[in-house]
């Protein structure tokens, strides 16, 4: 298996955690992937996931910052994919505001839309009574 190499920031919440994370696998390091989750803190132990996206998926892309790893090497112009990362994670950070207020969480729980637990688990009953008693 193919070690990863992450980096990610959380804003802490309390009931909820707005996570931005990269990664790429050691391997790989062409094919750096950057999301945004939505987290749910359902105990001070257990963290559960509502939803994520892709910062390049919520930019209207197909395709995640790929590039050519000998290509990486000899990049002349490596701010110019710095930037374009950085742009499109400081874009997708409105993403988040589906989520800001435990009202629009229950709200969001109800959607099979969504890249995260499942309607209708149990994981999910246990969501929405935290929300419930967050409001």
Same mark, same amino acid.
């Given at each position: 298996?193919?070690?990863?190499?992450?980096?990610?920031?959380?804003?802490?919440?309390?009931?909820?955690?707005?996570?931005?994370?990269?990664?790429?696998?050691?391997?790989?390091?062409?094919?750096?992937?950057?999301?945004?989750?939505?987290?749910?803190?359902?105990? $001070?132990?257990?963290?559960?996931?509502?939803?994520?996206?892709?910062?390049?998926?919520?930019?209207?892309?197909?395709?995640?910052?790929?590039? $050519?790893?000998?290509?990486? *090497?000899?990049?002349?112009?490596?701010?110019?994919?710095?930037?374009?990362?950085?742009?499109?994670?400081?874009?997708?950070?409105?993403?988040?505001?589906?989520?800001?207020?435990?009202?629009?969480? *229950?709200?969001?729980?109800?959607?099979?839309?969504?890249?995260?637990?499942?309607?209708?688990? $149990?994981?999910?009953?246990?969501?929405?009574?935290?929300?419930?008693?967050?409001?």
């Amino acid at each position: 298996m193919d070690d990863r190499r992450c980096w990610r920031w959380d804003r802490d919440r309390h009931w909820a955690i707005d996570r931005v994370a990269a990664a790429y696998r050691v391997h790989a390091p062409e094919g750096l992937e950057v999301s945004v989750v939505a987290m749910l803190r359902l105990t $001070p132990e257990r963290e559960l996931t509502m939803d994520g996206r892709s910062t390049y998926f919520i930019a209207g892309r197909d395709e995640m910052y790929d590039f $050519p790893f000998f290509q990486a *090497l000899w990049l002349r112009h490596p701010e110019r994919l710095a930037a374009r990362v950085t742009a499109d994670t400081e874009s997708a950070l409105t993403w988040f505001e589906q989520y800001e207020t435990p009202e629009k969480c *229950l709200e969001r729980l109800k959607s099979p839309e969504r890249n995260g637990v499942g309607v209708g688990k $149990p994981v999910h009953a246990q969501a929405v009574a935290v929300l419930e008693a967050a409001r």
